[in-house]
């Protein structure tokens, strides 16, 4: 039986089933994105204290950036001969993670948790770029390039958690909540370092 999920047409070189296949890889980074810039402006809206403003505005730039990767996703998955689906209801439906899972906070909780956030996005991205590098250059090629910039933005965010002796706040946590946790503790244990310190003057 002919099977009904297949592209029509696809780009030229590929056949209807990698077309597919390829499209399927996509929708996944689509929605991974598009969660992505929705849980950026979540933060943006949602951090709080005395490093709020630092946070807020490095936010928008990376939401801005993540747009016009979603944008670039969505219109080379319409280019395979494939309809992207970018409602909220097919996101939800279709993703493998769970929400962000943090409201107000302060800046060092929200990018601890920021860190696990583009952990999880990063590493599937490459998964996704090797995988279509395989099939489809071009598309292996546009993964790649939204990789220049989203570990580009981790490092903004790790830079905060890093200590100078170059140690992560976040080290060993696979959670939002366990980093945003151990972020927290290891900004407060400094901070009352610094101040017993200068107490000694
Ligand atoms: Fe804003």
């Avoid at 056949?15 to 890889?25: C, D, L, S, Y």
């Avoid at 939002?176 to 901070?191: C, L, N, P, V, Y």
């Amino acid at each position: 039986m002919a099977r009904t999920d297949l592209p029509r047409f696809t780009v030229p070189s590929l056949t209807p089933e990698e077309g597919a296949r390829t499209a399927v890889i996509l929708q996944d980074r689509l929605n991974a994105l598009n969660d992505l810039a929705l849980t950026l402006k979540h933060i943006h809206w949602n951090v709080v204290g005395p490093h709020f403003i630092a946070v807020h505005e490095m936010l928008d730039p990376q939401v801005e950036a993540v747009r016009a990767m979603v944008d670039a996703v969505a219109e080379r998955i319409a280019t395979l001969g494939v309809p992207p689906r970018g409602t909220p209801g097919a996101l939800v439906a279709e993703r493998t993670w769970d929400d962000y899972s943090i409201g107000r906070a302060g800046a060092i909780e929200h990018l601890g948790a920021l860190d696990t956030v583009y952990q999880g996005v990063i590493s599937a991205h490459r998964a996704a770029a090797e995988e279509t590098e395989e099939i489809d250059t071009v598309t292996g090629d546009l993964l790649v390039g939204h990789l220049h910039e989203l570990e580009l933005f981790h490092w903004f965010v790790r830079a905060h958690l890093e200590s100078s002796g170059g140690a992560l706040s976040t080290e060993g946590s696979t959670t939002e909540k366990g980093s945003a946790a151990q972020a927290g503790a290891k900004a407060r244990s400094t901070g009352a370092k610094t101040k017993s310190a200068g107490g000694k003057k």
